[in-house]
């Protein structure tokens, strides 16, 4: 799954070391040796899926690259834009339409770079038109970074991460009656997880398989750009804490109505 998951979205990549670390830690139950072969049979299942793949990229780039070809600095230099405030964490279509516009200007500029190179390290030019873009992104991000100011980083986090965890209606009618409907049923889902997680208090050390992909998602978001959709992984763990309030609410009715039959 780990394996799988990182094939689907490269910002994965390091899930398996986090569950090995949580595996792994001294206060988990189970003997270590069961845990020790539980991580090593989660990295060669984690080998299997990524290795076939970076065979093919090193063939065809002729470097190694575990995963996707590029993307990550595009990425990166929105989420600095974000930090600095020239994108907002809203991410409006019109954003989205610089976002898309300026991914065409640098597009534009690598293909007439790459007219005049010789030295061409893929099979494929366009190949090196998309490092060569990535590569660009990540410098530019670097610049922004560095003029980001550290005063508002706390601010500027829990903005993020509320953001991030906000409701992730992206339908086109999502200004109609419609958003409202979703605005409610996601508050009404937040209420009940956080409900959840107050009962589950004295357990929660216990569920860690259902903080693992949330922290880790917060942490990577942190760092790349952030969306609601990005969450959407998360989400269905968290519901589990949902559950729990409603079940308890359920039962909390049940003895209610026992007690008002007496």
Not at 156 to 177: Q, V
Request: aromatic content about 12%; glycine content about 6%.
């Amino acid at each position: 799954l780990t394996g799988f998951s990182a094939q689907v979205r490269p910002v994965f990549a390091l899930l398996p070391v986090v569950f090995a670390l949580v595996i792994l830690f001294p206060r988990l139950r189970g003997d270590w040796r069961s845990r020790l072969l539980t991580v090593t049979l989660m990295a060669v299942g984690y080998a299997a899926c990524v290795v076939p793949t970076t065979v093919r990229n090193a063939l065809i780039t002729h470097r190694f690259i575990p995963f996707s070809i590029g993307g990550s600095g595009m990425s990166l230099f929105v989420s600095a834009q974000q930090y600095s405030g020239q994108i907002s964490y809203r991410l409006t279509v019109e954003e989205f339409r610089a976002i898309r516009a300026e991914g065409d200007r640098r597009l534009a500029v690598a293909q007439r770079l790459m007219e005049t190179r010789v030295d061409r390290g893929a099979i494929d030019p366009a190949v090196d038109t998309a490092f060569l873009i990535n590569e660009r992104y990540i410098q530019d991000a670097g610049t922004l970074a560095r003029a980001i100011d550290l005063k508002r980083l706390p601010t500027n986090m829990a903005e993020r991460l509320l953001y991030f965890w906000s409701t992730g209606d992206m339908s086109p009618w999502n200004n109609l009656y419609v958003h409202r409907i979703v605005q409610v049923q996601h508050a009404i889902l937040a209420v009940l997880g956080a409900a959840g997680m107050w009962i589950s208090r004295h357990r929660l050390l216990l569920h860690w398989p259902l903080w693992v992909f949330p922290v880790y998602l917060m942490v990577i978001h942190g760092i790349f750009h952030t969306e609601p959709r990005y969450s959407f992984p998360a989400r269905p763990f968290l519901l589990v804490y949902a559950a729990v309030s409603a079940a308890s609410l359920w039962d909390w009715f049940r003895g209610s109505s026992k007690t008002r039959e007496e």
